[in-house]
Structure formats: C-alpha cells, structure tokens
C-alpha cells in the first residue's frame, strides 16, 4: 500500500516589512526540524488521526481540522479536472504551537497538499497548489494571504506578486544573516490580529511601506546587505499588535543593543524575531529571549537559517 510522508517549515510572515506579501521559511542552525507532518496512505475510507507536541491544542473532531478541510478540497479539485480519486488515511504530527506566528496553520495545510499531490502523481502544478493552499488558509485567518504557505511551500524568501501565475518569486537570500525566533508561549489568533488593525492607513504610511519594500528588493538583488536591514521596520500592523505581546519593547531594546539588525513580530505573534550576522551574537539573543520573553513552558527559541527548499517527503517523526 502506498505511503507518503510530507515535512513542510515554519516561516515568518511580513518579515516586518511586507505585510501579507513577503515571507520566509526557517531551518534551524542546529539541523533540527521545526514543522508540521502528514503520512498520506490508501485506506478503505478517509480518516484523519493528529498527534504530536501540541496536537492535543487542536479541537479533538478531526473534521474540524485544517487537514480534513485540504483532503475535501483536493479530491474536488481532483474531480473536476478529470482525474479518479481515492480515499486516505491522513496523521497530521502537529509539531508547530498553534497561534504562534509562525504560520503553524500555513505548515499543516501545505503538508497535507503537497503530501496529497504526491500520493496521487503530482496531477496539479505549483501555482494551482499554491491558489489551493492560499485558499485554505483564508478560510482560517480570514483572507487570503500567502505569506505562510508560499516560503513553506517552496523554501526561501518568497515575494507575493498578486497574479495567479507566477503567484510568487523567490528573493536573493543574505549568506551571512541568522534569524533568531522566539516563540512566547501565548497564543495569538490570526484573525483576531488582523482585525485590531485600521481599515485604512495614511499616505506617509502607504508613502514608507512602499519605499522600504522597494528599496529592500533593490538591496537584496544589488547585494547591498546593510541598505537591506536598514528599511526592516514594520509600519503597517506592529504599533497596534505590539500591545498584543508582553515584553515586546524590552525584547526589541535588548536585541537591537546586542548586534540584531532588524528586529519584529513574526506574522500575527506572538513570536518575534531578530536577524543578526553573526552566529554567537544570535545565540545570545535567542538565550536572553528564552530567560525575558517566554511566557510558560511551551514558549523555545531557536537561531535559524532560511533553507533554500521549503516542503518535502522526508521522516521528522521515528514514531511514524
Ligand atoms: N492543523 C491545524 N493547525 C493549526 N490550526 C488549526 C489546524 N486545524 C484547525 N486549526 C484551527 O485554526 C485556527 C488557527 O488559528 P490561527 O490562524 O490564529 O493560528 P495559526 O495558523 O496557528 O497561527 P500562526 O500563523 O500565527 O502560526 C485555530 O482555531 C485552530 O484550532
Ligand atoms: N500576514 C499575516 C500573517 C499571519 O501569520 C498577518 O500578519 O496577518
């Protein structure tokens, strides 16, 4: 009987600086693996089975999982482009803390269709995976945004274009840069993130978004990495969600002093992150959070790289 295995990343959303249009996904240093599973096997009838750290987080009706949500949607897709469909067995090892800000949705739901579309034969291409997979993600946050799934999906810094083909394109990525992520603890829902914020934003605003996003795509591409940190400010959604995070201007003030160049709210938080370019610089950073900013025993912190390769077949789980 067929068995397949899918890993997809955690990942940062906005890096600060693109709101809902920019992110990246996360390996960290130390080899380990930071993500969520899906095993996909054939089985008479569908079923879906969640383990893993914080599976018991989740609502315990399997039908109200991501996951069943993505297999429903994939043998619809499946149908109406002709192709036959079957039933699956489906575990989801739900590694990642759910309203973490570190796209732990975005991680489950890219497992699952990459997972789905490589038991089934590969029968849709990357753009239509990936339109699938913003989809998904709409359902839950509220609107579609693919800052999560796009870099978890495909690994690296990921740039939204707004089209349906490409749906987005890779960024150079920064050789010498380690991205320090701390999770706190707490959980912060997405949409409820999303809708402390203002409807509209003033022209200085609109007027720095876009100059900081141009510029910092024009630094990557040029190799001008200092000019690259120097626009890393998010003017769009922090001022309003950083009252959402205990201790988030201590962490900032103590990261920003100790080497970080950049420092934010990863997605909707309440994870932060801090980009240094130096590896111990990082790892006293990642060790001053882990004493300052967690919050209770499910928060960690970890310095991580961005891999190049986002989703893949591969076993995090000895369990499995
Ligand atoms: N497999 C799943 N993984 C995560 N959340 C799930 C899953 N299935 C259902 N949910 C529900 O979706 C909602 C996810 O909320 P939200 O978007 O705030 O979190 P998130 O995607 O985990 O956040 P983040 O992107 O900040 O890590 C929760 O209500 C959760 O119960
Ligand atoms: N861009 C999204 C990411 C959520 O993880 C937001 O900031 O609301």
Request: charged letters at 15%.
């Amino acid at each position: 009987m067929k068995k397949t295995r899918a890993y997809a990343p955690a990942s940062i959303g906005n890096v600060s600086l693109g709101f809902d249009v920019l992110g990246a996904a996360l390996q960290p240093a130390d080899g380990s693996l930071l993500g969520d599973e899906v095993v996909v096997e054939d089985a008479a009838q569908f079923q879906l089975a969640v383990e893993g750290e914080f599976s018991t987080k989740l609502p315990p009706d399997p039908a109200t999982n991501i996951v069943t949500h993505c297999y429903y949607y994939f043998v619809e897709e499946l149908a109406k482009a002709g192709h036959k469909t079957r039933p699956v067995a489906m575990t989801l090892y739900k590694n990642l803390p759910i309203g973490s800000g570190l796209g732990s949705s975005a991680s489950s739901i890219v497992a699952a269709f990459y997972g789905l579309n490589e038991h089934f034969d590969r029968p849709f291409d990357e753009d239509t995976l990936l339109l699938m997979m913003g989809e998904l993600e709409g359902q839950i946050s509220g609107s579609i945004h693919y800052d999560n799934v796009a870099p978890c999906y495909l690994g690296g810094m990921t740039l939204m274009t707004g089209q349906d083909s490409p749906v987005t394109v890779s960024l150079p990525l920064v050789e010498n840069w380690y991205w320090v992520v701390c999770y706190s603890g707490i959980s912060v829902s997405t949409s409820a993130a999303r809708n402390i914020l203002p409807a509209s934003v003033e022209m200085k605003t609109a007027l720095t978004f876009g100059r900081q996003l141009g510029v910092f795509v024009h630094a990557l591409h040029a190799g001008n990495t200092k000019l690259a940190a120097t626009v890393m400010q998010d003017v769009i959604a922090e001022p309003y969600r950083k009252s959402l995070l205990p201790r988030f201007d201590d962490a900032r003030d103590f990261s920003m002093a100790n080497g970080a160049l950049a420092f934010g709210i990863s997605g909707s938080g309440p994870t932060v992150f801090a980009v240094c370019d130096d590896q111990s610089q990082a790892q006293n950073i990642a060790d001053w959070l882990s004493e300052n900013y967690i919050q209770n025993e499910d928060g960690f912190s970890h310095v991580c790289r961005i891999p190049t390769q986002g989703a893949c077949q591969q076993q995090v789980n000895d369990k499995v």
